[in-house]
Protein backbone atom coordinates (compact mmCIF):
# COMPACT_ATOMS: atom_id res chain seq x y z
CA UNK A 1 0.00 0.00 0.00
CA UNK A 2 1.64 3.42 -1.41
CA UNK A 3 1.30 6.57 0.38
CA UNK A 4 0.52 9.32 -1.24
CA UNK A 5 2.50 12.48 0.08
CA UNK A 6 2.85 14.26 2.08
CA UNK A 7 -1.01 13.77 3.30
CA UNK A 8 -2.60 10.95 2.73
CA UNK A 9 -6.82 10.51 2.91
CA UNK A 10 -7.32 6.80 2.07
CA UNK A 11 -11.14 4.70 2.33
CA UNK A 12 -11.02 1.13 3.39
CA UNK A 13 -13.90 -0.32 1.44
CA UNK A 14 -14.48 -3.80 3.70
CA UNK A 15 -17.11 -6.29 3.70
CA UNK A 16 -16.77 -8.44 6.74
CA UNK A 17 -15.21 -8.24 10.17
CA UNK A 18 -12.12 -10.53 8.83
CA UNK A 19 -11.37 -7.88 6.31
CA UNK A 20 -11.76 -5.00 8.55
CA UNK A 21 -9.23 -6.86 11.31
CA UNK A 22 -6.86 -7.78 8.37
CA UNK A 23 -6.75 -4.50 6.61
CA UNK A 24 -6.61 -2.37 9.87
CA UNK A 25 -4.29 -4.09 12.08
CA UNK A 26 -1.62 -4.09 9.10
CA UNK A 27 -2.29 -0.39 8.44
CA UNK A 28 -1.78 -0.14 12.06
CA UNK A 29 1.58 -2.61 12.28
CA UNK A 30 3.09 -0.50 9.22
CA UNK A 31 2.84 2.76 11.18
CA UNK A 32 4.33 1.11 14.52
CA UNK A 33 6.83 -1.11 12.34
CA UNK A 34 7.87 2.77 11.05
CA UNK A 35 8.30 4.37 13.89
CA UNK A 36 5.43 6.18 13.25
CA UNK A 37 2.75 7.33 16.15
CA UNK A 38 -0.76 5.47 15.53
CA UNK A 39 -4.10 6.32 16.85
CA UNK A 40 -7.69 4.17 16.05
CA UNK A 41 -10.72 5.90 16.19
CA UNK A 42 -13.70 3.87 15.70
CA UNK A 43 -16.96 2.78 17.05
CA UNK A 44 -16.68 0.39 20.42
CA UNK A 45 -17.15 -2.57 19.03
CA UNK A 46 -14.85 -2.17 16.07
CA UNK A 47 -12.17 -0.61 18.26
CA UNK A 48 -12.36 -4.26 19.96
CA UNK A 49 -11.93 -5.83 16.73
CA UNK A 50 -8.70 -4.01 16.39
CA UNK A 51 -7.40 -4.10 19.65
CA UNK A 52 -7.49 -7.78 19.96
CA UNK A 53 -6.17 -8.29 16.55
CA UNK A 54 -3.47 -6.28 17.69
CA UNK A 55 -2.72 -8.34 21.00
CA UNK A 56 0.16 -7.06 22.83
CA UNK A 57 1.07 -4.32 19.93
CA UNK A 58 -2.30 -2.38 21.23
CA UNK A 59 -0.58 -0.90 23.70
CA UNK A 60 1.53 0.68 21.52
CA UNK A 61 -1.47 2.86 19.90
CA UNK A 62 -4.35 5.57 21.39
CA UNK A 63 -7.32 4.07 21.20
CA UNK A 64 -10.29 6.60 20.86
CA UNK A 65 -14.21 5.72 21.07
CA UNK A 66 -15.36 7.50 18.34
CA UNK A 67 -18.94 6.80 19.02
CA UNK A 68 -18.01 8.71 21.89
CA UNK A 69 -16.03 11.34 20.88
CA UNK A 70 -17.16 11.40 17.58
CA UNK A 71 -20.67 11.54 18.59
CA UNK A 72 -20.83 14.73 17.08
CA UNK A 73 -19.22 14.92 13.57
CA UNK A 74 -17.95 18.70 13.79
CA UNK A 75 -15.74 17.42 17.09
CA UNK A 76 -13.32 14.96 15.58
CA UNK A 77 -11.02 17.11 13.96
CA UNK A 78 -10.09 19.13 16.57
CA UNK A 79 -10.88 16.80 19.53
CA UNK A 80 -9.57 13.79 17.79
CA UNK A 81 -7.73 13.88 14.20
CA UNK A 82 -5.83 17.37 15.30
CA UNK A 83 -5.82 16.30 19.25
CA UNK A 84 -3.57 13.73 17.86
CA UNK A 85 -1.51 14.81 15.01
CA UNK A 86 -0.33 18.13 16.62
CA UNK A 87 0.85 16.29 19.49
CA UNK A 88 3.38 14.42 17.27
CA UNK A 89 4.64 17.39 14.51
CA UNK A 90 7.50 15.77 13.78
CA UNK A 91 7.55 13.02 10.97
CA UNK A 92 4.66 11.14 9.84
CA UNK A 93 1.61 10.18 12.23
CA UNK A 94 -0.88 7.15 10.96
CA UNK A 95 -4.62 7.63 12.12
CA UNK A 96 -7.52 5.24 11.58
CA UNK A 97 -11.02 7.23 11.51
CA UNK A 98 -14.27 5.58 11.25
CA UNK A 99 -16.74 8.49 11.66
CA UNK A 100 -19.59 6.23 9.58
CA UNK A 101 -21.07 3.65 10.78
CA UNK A 102 -24.71 1.49 10.27
CA UNK A 103 -26.72 3.66 12.70
CA UNK A 104 -25.70 6.63 12.24
CA UNK A 105 -29.13 8.97 11.56
CA UNK A 106 -30.27 10.86 8.63
CA UNK A 107 -29.96 13.92 10.59
CA UNK A 108 -26.42 13.03 11.75
CA UNK A 109 -25.56 11.89 7.84
CA UNK A 110 -25.07 14.84 6.36
CA UNK A 111 -22.30 16.34 8.92
CA UNK A 112 -20.39 13.17 9.14
CA UNK A 113 -20.38 13.77 5.26
CA UNK A 114 -18.88 17.14 5.97
CA UNK A 115 -16.66 15.94 7.91
CA UNK A 116 -15.08 13.46 5.76
CA UNK A 117 -14.94 15.98 2.81
CA UNK A 118 -13.09 18.62 5.44
CA UNK A 119 -9.79 16.57 6.52
CA UNK A 120 -8.63 17.20 3.01
CA UNK A 121 -8.55 21.00 3.64
CA UNK A 122 -7.93 20.89 7.30
CA UNK A 123 -4.24 18.10 6.85
CA UNK A 124 -3.03 19.44 3.06
CA UNK A 125 0.13 19.52 3.45
CA UNK A 126 0.99 17.56 6.62
CA UNK A 127 2.41 14.21 6.99
CA UNK A 128 -0.20 12.56 7.99
CA UNK A 129 -2.11 9.23 6.89
CA UNK A 130 -5.51 8.91 7.98
CA UNK A 131 -7.55 5.47 6.66
CA UNK A 132 -11.59 5.90 7.03
CA UNK A 133 -13.19 2.36 7.13
CA UNK A 134 -17.15 1.74 5.10
CA UNK A 135 -18.65 -1.29 5.76
CA UNK A 136 -19.67 -1.68 2.62
CA UNK A 137 -22.17 -4.28 3.24
CA UNK A 138 -24.15 -2.47 5.65
CA UNK A 139 -24.14 0.97 4.77
CA UNK A 140 -26.36 2.28 1.81
CA UNK A 141 -24.99 2.68 -1.94
CA UNK A 142 -25.64 6.24 -1.94
CA UNK A 143 -22.74 6.56 1.53
CA UNK A 144 -20.43 4.61 0.21
CA UNK A 145 -20.51 6.43 -3.73
CA UNK A 146 -19.86 9.52 -1.39
CA UNK A 147 -17.23 8.29 -0.07
CA UNK A 148 -15.90 8.02 -3.27
CA UNK A 149 -16.22 11.77 -3.66
CA UNK A 150 -14.49 12.09 -0.06
CA UNK A 151 -11.39 9.95 -0.24
CA UNK A 152 -8.77 10.60 -3.19
CA UNK A 153 -7.68 6.87 -2.71
CA UNK A 154 -9.81 3.89 -2.39
CA UNK A 155 -8.90 0.53 -0.73
CA UNK A 156 -10.33 -2.69 -0.93
CA UNK A 157 -10.05 -6.46 -1.36
CA UNK A 158 -9.02 -5.97 -5.21
CA UNK A 159 -5.86 -3.12 -4.03
CA UNK A 160 -5.16 0.21 -4.09
CA UNK A 161 -6.92 2.90 -6.87
CA UNK A 162 -7.49 6.72 -6.91
CA UNK A 163 -10.58 8.15 -6.99
CA UNK A 164 -12.32 8.55 -10.22
CA UNK A 165 -15.08 10.75 -8.26
CA UNK A 166 -12.59 12.91 -5.87
CA UNK A 167 -14.69 16.42 -5.55
CA UNK A 168 -14.44 17.07 -1.55
CA UNK A 169 -15.90 20.44 -2.18
CA UNK A 170 -18.94 19.63 -3.92
CA UNK A 171 -19.86 17.53 -0.86
CA UNK A 172 -19.59 20.64 1.60
CA UNK A 173 -21.69 22.53 -0.36
CA UNK A 174 -24.55 19.75 -1.46
CA UNK A 175 -25.29 18.94 2.13
CA UNK A 176 -25.12 22.59 2.89
CA UNK A 177 -29.19 22.55 2.76
CA UNK A 178 -32.06 24.77 4.42
CA UNK A 179 -33.15 22.21 6.81
CA UNK A 180 -36.77 20.88 7.22
CA UNK A 181 -39.12 23.49 9.62
CA UNK A 182 -39.93 21.84 13.01
CA UNK A 183 -44.06 20.96 13.99
CA UNK A 184 -43.62 23.19 17.37
CA UNK A 185 -41.13 25.11 18.67
CA UNK A 186 -40.27 28.10 21.57
CA UNK A 187 -39.11 31.30 19.50
CA UNK A 188 -37.47 34.43 20.92
CA UNK A 189 -35.98 37.30 18.95
CA UNK A 190 -32.97 38.89 20.54
CA UNK A 191 -30.29 41.32 20.66
CA UNK A 192 -27.83 42.87 22.90
CA UNK A 193 -30.55 43.77 25.40
CA UNK A 194 -31.75 40.59 26.01
CA UNK A 195 -29.40 37.82 25.10
CA UNK A 196 -30.26 36.30 28.96
CA UNK A 197 -33.52 35.77 28.21
CA UNK A 198 -32.79 33.37 24.86
CA UNK A 199 -30.41 31.17 27.57
CA UNK A 200 -32.90 31.09 29.80
CA UNK A 201 -35.55 29.91 27.02
CA UNK A 202 -33.28 27.40 26.16
CA UNK A 203 -32.38 26.04 29.64
CA UNK A 204 -35.57 26.21 30.87
CA UNK A 205 -36.79 23.90 27.84
CA UNK A 206 -33.94 20.98 28.38
CA UNK A 207 -34.78 21.38 32.57
CA UNK A 208 -38.48 20.14 31.52
CA UNK A 209 -37.27 17.34 29.49
CA UNK A 210 -34.36 15.99 32.34
CA UNK A 211 -31.58 17.90 31.72
CA UNK A 212 -29.23 18.79 35.05
CA UNK A 213 -26.23 20.10 36.22
CA UNK A 214 -23.27 19.84 34.26
CA UNK A 215 -24.84 19.06 30.68
CA UNK A 216 -27.56 22.26 31.57
CA UNK A 217 -24.64 24.59 31.95
CA UNK A 218 -23.56 22.89 28.61
CA UNK A 219 -26.52 24.19 26.84
CA UNK A 220 -26.80 27.36 28.57
CA UNK A 221 -22.65 28.25 27.63
CA UNK A 222 -23.44 27.14 23.94
CA UNK A 223 -26.29 29.65 23.48
CA UNK A 224 -24.65 31.85 24.89
CA UNK A 225 -21.69 31.39 22.16
CA UNK A 226 -24.32 31.40 19.35
CA UNK A 227 -26.13 34.44 20.41
CA UNK A 228 -22.64 36.43 20.94
CA UNK A 229 -21.94 35.18 17.42
CA UNK A 230 -24.83 36.48 15.98
CA UNK A 231 -24.81 39.87 17.81
CA UNK A 232 -20.85 40.15 16.44
CA UNK A 233 -20.96 38.79 13.20
CA UNK A 234 -25.15 38.19 11.89
CA UNK A 235 -25.95 41.88 12.35
CA UNK A 236 -26.31 42.80 15.67
CA UNK A 237 -29.22 40.34 16.68
CA UNK A 238 -30.57 36.32 16.00
CA UNK A 239 -33.44 34.48 16.72
CA UNK A 240 -33.23 31.56 18.68
CA UNK A 241 -35.99 28.42 18.65
CA UNK A 242 -36.20 25.57 21.01
CA UNK A 243 -37.96 22.05 20.74
CA UNK A 244 -37.95 18.96 21.46
CA UNK A 245 -36.99 16.23 18.42
CA UNK A 246 -37.13 12.41 19.27
CA UNK A 247 -34.38 12.04 22.06
CA UNK A 248 -33.05 15.16 21.65
CA UNK A 249 -33.46 18.89 22.50
CA UNK A 250 -32.72 21.18 19.69
CA UNK A 251 -31.22 24.52 20.03
CA UNK A 252 -31.86 26.58 16.55
CA UNK A 253 -30.19 30.17 16.19
CA UNK A 254 -30.41 32.29 13.24
CA UNK A 255 -29.38 35.46 12.01
CA UNK A 256 -28.35 37.79 8.94
CA UNK A 257 -24.10 37.00 9.04
CA UNK A 258 -22.48 34.35 6.32
CA UNK A 259 -20.00 32.00 7.25
CA UNK A 260 -17.53 31.70 4.64
CA UNK A 261 -14.44 29.76 6.09
CA UNK A 262 -15.69 25.82 6.34
CA UNK A 263 -13.34 25.07 8.55
CA UNK A 264 -15.02 27.57 11.01
CA UNK A 265 -15.61 25.54 14.16
CA UNK A 266 -13.76 22.89 13.40
CA UNK A 267 -10.16 23.79 14.16
CA UNK A 268 -8.19 23.50 17.69
CA UNK A 269 -7.14 27.03 19.09
CA UNK A 270 -4.45 27.42 21.39
CA UNK A 271 -6.90 28.85 24.78
CA UNK A 272 -3.40 31.36 25.35
CA UNK A 273 -4.47 33.29 21.90
CA UNK A 274 -6.72 36.11 21.57
CA UNK A 275 -9.82 35.55 18.93
CA UNK A 276 -13.16 33.87 18.98
CA UNK A 277 -13.90 30.53 19.80
CA UNK A 278 -17.50 30.23 19.93
CA UNK A 279 -18.33 27.66 17.12
CA UNK A 280 -15.85 25.33 18.45
CA UNK A 281 -17.26 25.34 21.93
CA UNK A 282 -19.91 24.87 20.39
CA UNK A 283 -18.90 21.58 18.75
CA UNK A 284 -17.12 20.43 21.56
CA UNK A 285 -20.19 20.57 24.15
CA UNK A 286 -23.18 19.58 21.52
CA UNK A 287 -24.21 15.94 20.42
CA UNK A 288 -24.65 17.20 17.58
CA UNK A 289 -24.45 20.52 15.29
CA UNK A 290 -25.69 21.02 11.59
CA UNK A 291 -25.05 24.71 10.04
CA UNK A 292 -26.66 26.35 6.80
CA UNK A 293 -25.29 29.19 5.52
CA UNK A 294 -25.44 31.34 2.55
CA UNK A 295 -25.20 35.28 1.83
CA UNK A 296 -27.54 37.51 4.38
CA UNK A 297 -28.50 34.32 6.47
CA UNK A 298 -27.08 31.46 8.81
CA UNK A 299 -28.74 28.94 10.96
CA UNK A 300 -26.68 27.11 13.65
CA UNK A 301 -28.55 23.80 14.94
CA UNK A 302 -26.93 22.39 18.05
CA UNK A 303 -28.63 18.92 19.14
CA UNK A 304 -28.10 17.56 22.58
CA UNK A 305 -29.04 13.93 23.24
CA UNK A 306 -30.99 13.24 26.28
CA UNK A 307 -29.07 9.81 27.51
CA UNK A 308 -25.45 11.40 26.29
CA UNK A 309 -22.81 10.82 29.14
CA UNK A 310 -22.01 14.33 30.26
CA UNK A 311 -19.28 15.93 28.82
CA UNK A 312 -18.08 12.87 26.37
CA UNK A 313 -15.70 14.80 24.85
CA UNK A 314 -13.51 18.27 24.41
Known amino acids: MTLAGPFSHPALFYRSSGE ?20 VAAPAANLALIADGLGADAAAVRLVD ?24 GGRVRIIGEPIWPGRSAT ?26 YDVAALTPEVVEEAT ?16 HYAPGQVVEEH ?8 EYLAL ?32 LVVAELGANSLDHGGGAGTIRVWAEDDRLVC ?12 A ?4 VDPRLPGSRGLLIVNLLADLVRVHTRPGATVVRAYFDRAAAPRAAG
Request: with cysteine.
Open 149 to 164: RTHPVLWDDEGERPSA
Open 252 to 263: EVSDRGHIRDPL
Open 66 to 89: MSRAGRNPGRILPAVLHDFADAHP
Open 265 to 268: GRRP
Open 108 to 133: EYPACAQHEALINLSFAGRHVTILCP
Open 20 to 39: YVAATTAFVRAGLTAGEPVA
Open 189 to 220: RFDHTNLSAARHLATRRAALLGFAGDRLDDIR
Open 176 to 183: NRPFPEPA
